[in-house]
């Protein structure tokens, strides 16, 4: 059974031809919610008698259809409905289709019933407005709106390691300052899923925001295709189907990994002016997906392995990382000090320094390590399940969990610099 049902008088139909005494069968045993772009007598009159005969009533008057539609999410989320059935017109289903593109995600199952208004006399009604450009016009409209919504948990923190030199600009985000309003996403999630209630405008508008305080334009984001595994795309290069690294000597563009307990992780060669962007979990960790990005900047730009730093983000601490004692043998094998107590029930693991290991095996400086084992520079990498009001943790908050990121990208140099201005004269 529909637990929601959504009645569009804002874009698809007016009560004439929805007629009082349909809504009146359809409603029994559902939540209500009337989007309004202006009420009249006739539709007031229809709302009392939806009130006589549903359960719940919701109006959705709002300055704009954006801001109702996700009041109407914000409704649903609080009821944890997901399952929702859509009276409009043909015109008004491709109005909400558009705006299910921004302002929800697959969680959420649209059914529509059409009404037919072709026999509706009413001069005003929407059904009857022909669609001029609607794409733009919803992207305006859910643009203008989600710019307009308040910051949640504080103002927008970074954290830089001083091991990057100034020629790069970089950091890891937290989770304060967004505008994400779901508990265990709120509020500066920066990933969009399938799988969770974020949706893509939302986390469009957290990563401008954050681009507004660190200084980089974030539509030139380039986030990896996660498969918890060790695939390095070259960008430039045909794009895998899946990949959890980025490497590259473009300035212009920014390199981002996603992490909520998995570690981001950022590479630089300062000689050669190449970076890397690469997300791993325990998988990719044991994939070797570090060393990966580390031999792609090697083998695609002639970088020495002895010039490149790499900064481990926030990521779950051993302290907090558990896992089966069936799984723990292969982070043994790189080191004991990985697994602590390895004849508990549930070991700890330390994938932290697991890929601190494996790093200097395959040729980096320890030196040139940024990790929670380094004293004399800001901690850069702290515990994300143990910061619950600065951090997103997967272990901690389970499957709608939010996500930070680590991001990077090359300062433009003194001589580019000079060389664009020049051409401007």
């Not at 921004?102 to 006399?121: G, M, N, P, Q």
């Not at 307009?148 to 304060?176: M, N, Q, W, Y």
């Not at 320094?353 to 004399?376: F, K, M, S, W, Y």
């Amino acid at each position: 059974m529909h637990e929601a049902l959504l009645i569009d008088f804002a874009n698809g139909g007016c009560s004439a031809c929805v007629g009082a005494s349909h809504l009146e069968r359809l409603v029994r045993d559902y939540h209500v919610f009337l989007l309004y772009a202006t009420q009249n007598e006739a539709n007031n009159c229809v709302i009392e008698k939806l009130k006589a005969t549903s359960k719940s009533v919701n109006i959705l008057e709002d300055v704009s259809t954006a801001s109702g539609l996700y009041r109407f999410k914000q409704i649903l989320d609080e009821l944890d409905v997901s399952v929702i059935k859509v009276v409009t017109s043909p015109n008004g289903k491709q109005m909400i289709d558009l705006y299910r593109e921004r302002l929800f995600t697959a969680v959420y199952s649209f059914e529509f019933d059409l009404i037919a208004s072709d026999k509706c006399t009413c001069a005003e009604c929407p059904s009857h407005a022909p669609l001029d450009s609607p794409g733009e016009k919803v992207r305006k409209d859910v643009e203008e709106f989600v710019r307009r919504l308040p910051a949640l948990k504080g103002e927008i923190t970074v954290s830089k390691s001083t091991l990057i030199p100034d020629c790069f600009g970089h950091g890891f985000s937290s989770r304060c300052g967004g505008v994400s309003y779901i508990s265990t996403v709120s509020s500066l999630n920066l990933f969009c899923s399938s799988k969770r209630r974020d949706p893509r405008a939302v986390v469009d508008e957290n990563r401008r925001r954050l681009g507004l305080v660190v200084g980089f334009d974030h539509k030139t984001m380039h986030f990896p295709k996660v498969n918890h595994g060790s695939d390095v795309w070259v960008l430039g290069k045909p794009e895998p189907d899946v990949y959890d690294g980025i490497v590259t000597d473009r300035t212009g563009v920014v390199l981002a990994a996603p992490g909520a307990d998995c570690i981001p992780l950022l590479f630089c060669d300062p000689v050669h002016r190449v970076i890397g962007a690469t997300h791993a979990g325990w998988r990719g960790t044991l994939m070797g997906a570090a060393m990966e990005t580390v031999n792609s900047m090697v083998r695609e730009f002639g970088s020495n392995i002895q010039d490149i730093c790499v900064a481990l983000g926030p990521s779950v601490g051993v302290c907090c990382y558990t896992m089966d004692q069936k799984q723990v043998s292969d982070f043994t094998k790189i080191h004991t000090d990985c697994v602590p107590d390895p004849e508990s029930a549930r070991p700890h693991v330390n994938i932290r320094l697991a890929n601190r290991v494996l790093l200097q095996n395959g040729g980096v400086l320890p030196e040139h390590i940024h990790d929670d084992t380094v004293c004399d520079r800001p901690l850069v990498t702290p515990c994300t399940s143990c910061n619950p009001q600065k951090y997103f943790s997967h272990v901690r908050d389970g499957i709608n969990f939010g996500t930070q990121v680590g991001f990077m990208w090359i300062r433009e140099s003194e001589l580019e610099t000079k060389t664009e201005a020049a051409a401007l004269v």
